[in-house]
């Protein structure tokens, strides 16, 4: 740029300008402290250190500003007219530095496309007024300070815009207005890495145009970690996460309304989009409707209210990774379908994480459409997922724990699964999932049990294991009292076809049974396959998931591959009331009911055979520890049995302070035969009984000799009568035998 030559130099721009686009140009600030006006010739020199007859924004969007200079006691500059510049660089080079303003009033604005926040480390450097353009704006690419836009920060005539930050000093923003009056406005705001932040200490607002529904994006937090301190009035979407950059995003948010009051959507790239309740302020309260389209991580050290209904776009998870002693409470309706796929077989919400959710909302299949009602739910993570009442289950296909606990209930009334199915970890994994009851009334758990779950029963209620439950893991009785009355299933091989008629895609719909067969299969069931010609390969790990009896059909859990043959020879697994697992019964539990325990028996608390008179089997071994009681109840008005019974498959222990106690006796006094059994044992019998209660008169406790014996209520023989030989078999159940006198 040639000296101040007045008309020859403008003259020459001009010439210059018409035969073809001019070169960027540096702008040096040479101005003195306090305020200026950025139109002042004088207060700037070129890039080759001459004085120029023009100031940076005249040759639009190619001009670079620098204002990184020594200033001394600051500078502040005014811009009165629309003004575009390619680079601002800001900062006072001052050993002790001070701060530098750029403003804008009236007309005045300014579109900058990269801000550098420069200067000597602790540099103020205050933008107010930035006018974001059609190019976008790359904020403080070359920083040793934070930048604060304060003011109002505008969108130029709305539309689609990008307010970025590739900074580590960090990007404070007062309010955001993402229209100026001829459009709706569509904000990405990112940082270019995780680890970069972006404060915004105002309110976002739709501007001068609202968009056209609370569905349409306005606003999208794409990267980086985000500290959002006011409650935004803007109306749209807002959207958590982007495909680029694909990078972890995290909203840290001060207020309830710290998003629009419109719908919140998690999607865009596989990275890791995250809420927190900023620390100290309490639970936030979000009301937005939301999508999951993506995972929902929510974590801090505050608790997070959902109040707004959810639903999924495809099968995605809820990660709750609050602190502990925190929750994250769903009460709004929770999806496992956005319901616009008719076809679809169902989607699965995965709850994972460290932390404490409460669902008090309903879970239910698809929203807005009541067909193909197959969504079901996965507990992953190490945390706890808590089903607080009864009408949060309607998702109309099974349940799985895989890892951590799901709770039904909290003491109060009974949370049951509505005969869902109930899988546990499948077959080689490393984790063990657990299902804890807690409820102090009565519940029928109508519900096949299968693969690796622990079973805690904590509640002070009556839970009845009804259905033929099969699978593996620990049953733990630790309060309360727990029937198991389902008992054995017998599966079977069939031959059928792999895919639903006019079904489409890789579905695990498999048809062609008949009634009869359809009849013996238990949704929850384990089911194999080998392919009948073919390659196919079977799903690992699947189980009966749905029964349509109407089309005489199953869901199997999976997918069924579409090069899978026409046709699988399939195999149903087999089962008793509690499959191959173990019970536990603590202190203060009680276990009984009249089905089959798979695994061993042992005993801290009450064995009570029977749902009155009955008989309980443990197909393994039984144990009665010091605190235990083998509950004994009889009543003489039944025909038949009459004595609840104990039939053990294997050895039974029972340890020193162990009891039996007949204090349920229905009546005592109308006992006549010579024995009656009350428990057996097919292996061998280890100790006695320590305390004997409320025996009946005239009556003693013979515990038989060797194996394959029992333990019987025997009459002690009258004087010189010869009983040997006097008894007969009266009842034969569960593999004993009830002795009575001859008569």
Excluded: C
């Amino acid at each position: 740029m040639s000296l101040r030559m007045g008309l020859f130099v403008r003259g020459a721009l001009a010439a210059a300008l018409f035969a073809g686009p001019a070169a960027a140009e540096t702008f040096n600030y040479t101005g003195g402290t306090g305020a200026q006006n950025w139109a002042v010739d004088a207060n700037w020199l070129g890039d080759a250190g001459e004085f120029v007859d023009k100031y940076p924004g005249q040759t639009v969007g190619t001009d670079n500003a620098n204002l990184s200079v020594n200033l001394g006691a600051g500078l502040t500059i005014g811009i009165a007219a629309p003004t575009t510049v390619a680079t601002l660089n800001m900062g006072d080079t001052n050993a002790t530095p001070g701060a530098q303003s750029v403003t804008t009033s009236g007309i005045g604005t300014l579109t900058a496309t990269n801000i550098g926040s420069l200067g000597t480390a602790g540099a103020v450097n205050n933008i107010s007024g930035l006018l974001i353009g059609t190019a976008g704006t790359t904020v403080t690419s070359a920083s040793t300070n934070p930048l604060n836009l304060l003011g109002t920060t505008s969108l130029l005539n709305g539309g689609a815009k990008t307010l970025r930050n590739s900074s580590n000093q960090g990007l404070n923003i007062n309010d955001i207005s993402l229209s100026t009056g001829t459009a709706a406005g569509n904000l990405l705001i990112r940082n270019d890495t995780a680890t970069q932040v972006i404060n915004l200490n105002g309110v976002i607002s739709n501007g001068a145009i609202a968009p056209a529904g609370p569905g349409t994006l306005q606003v999208n937090y794409a990267a980086g970690t985000f500290h959002n301190k006011v409650s935004s009035t803007y109306t749209g979407a807002t959207q958590l996460g982007a495909n680029s950059p694909n990078v972890n995003s995290t909203n840290i948010i001060y207020t309830d309304g710290a998003f629009s009051t419109g719908r919140l959507i998690f999607s865009g790239g596989t990275a890791i989009k995250s809420i927190e309740g900023a620390t100290g302020l309490g639970t936030r309260t979000l009301a937005n409707e939301i999508q999951l389209a993506r995972e929902a991580r929510f974590a801090g050290s505050e608790s997070i209210v959902l109040t707004g209904q959810a639903f999924q776009t495809s099968s995605r998870g809820i990660i709750n990774d609050i602190a502990a002693g925190k929750t994250l409470s769903i009460n709004g309706n929770l999806f496992t379908d956005s319901g616009t796929n008719a076809a679809d077989v169902g989607r699965k919400i995965v709850f994972s994480g460290t932390g404490r959710t409460e669902v008090n909302g309903v879970i239910d299949d698809k929203l807005g459409l009541a067909t193909a009602q197959r969504g079901n739910v996965r507990q992953a993570g190490t945390g706890r997922t808590v089903f607080m009442n009864n009408s949060v289950v309607a998702y109309g296909a099974g349940t799985e724990v895989f890892d951590g606990t799901l709770q039904l209930g909290t003491g109060g009334a009974a949370v049951g699964l509505n005969g869902h199915a109930l899988a546990g970890t499948p077959t080689g994994s490393a984790t063990t999932g657990t299902l804890e009851i807690n409820h102090s009334a009565s519940l029928n758990l109508d519900t096949s049990t299968s693969y690796n779950l622990n079973i805690n029963h904590v509640g002070s209620g009556t839970t009845t294991l009804s259905d033929n439950n099969f699978g593996s893991g620990t049953i733990n009785v630790s309060n309360g009292k727990l029937l198991v009355n389902g008992g054995n299933w017998s599966g079977q091989t069939v031959l059928t076809s792999p895919r639903d008629p006019g079904g489409t895609g890789n579905t695990a719909i498999l048809g062609g049974f008949t009634a009869t067969q359809l009849a013996a299969i238990h949704i929850g069931q384990p089911v194999t396959g080998t392919p009948n010609g073919g390659t196919g390969v079977f799903p690992t790990g699947a189980y009966v998931q749905e029964i349509d009896t109407v089309n005489n059909r199953i869901l199997v859990s999976g997918n069924i591959p579409t090069s899978a043959p026409n046709t699988w020879d399939l195999t149903f697994s087999s089962g008793t009331g509690t499959g191959t697992a173990n019970v536990i019964v603590g202190a203060n539990g009680t276990v009984g009911g009249t089905g089959i325990i798979g695994g061993f028996l042992g005993a801290n608390g009450i064995v009570a055979p029977g749902a009155s008179v009955g008989t309980l089997t443990v197909n393994g071994n039984g144990i009665f520890n010091g605190t235990s009681t083998l509950a004994v109840e009889y009543d003489s008005s039944l025909g038949g049995q009459q004595v609840d019974i104990l039939a053990v498959g294997g050895n039974l222990t029972l340890n020193a302070g162990s009891t039996i106690s007949f204090a349920n006796l229905n009546s005592p006094n109308n006992l006549t035969g010579p024995a009656y059994i009350v428990a057996s044992y097919i292996g061998t019998l280890t100790g006695t009984f320590t305390n004997v209660l409320n025996i009946p008169s005239g009556y003693f406790l013979d515990y038989g000799t060797g194996t394959n014996s029992n333990i019987t209520l025997t009459a002690v023989p009258e004087a010189g009568a010869f009983l040997a030989g006097t008894v007969v078999s009266l009842l034969v159940g569960a593999g004993v035998t009830l002795r009575r006198r001859r008569k």
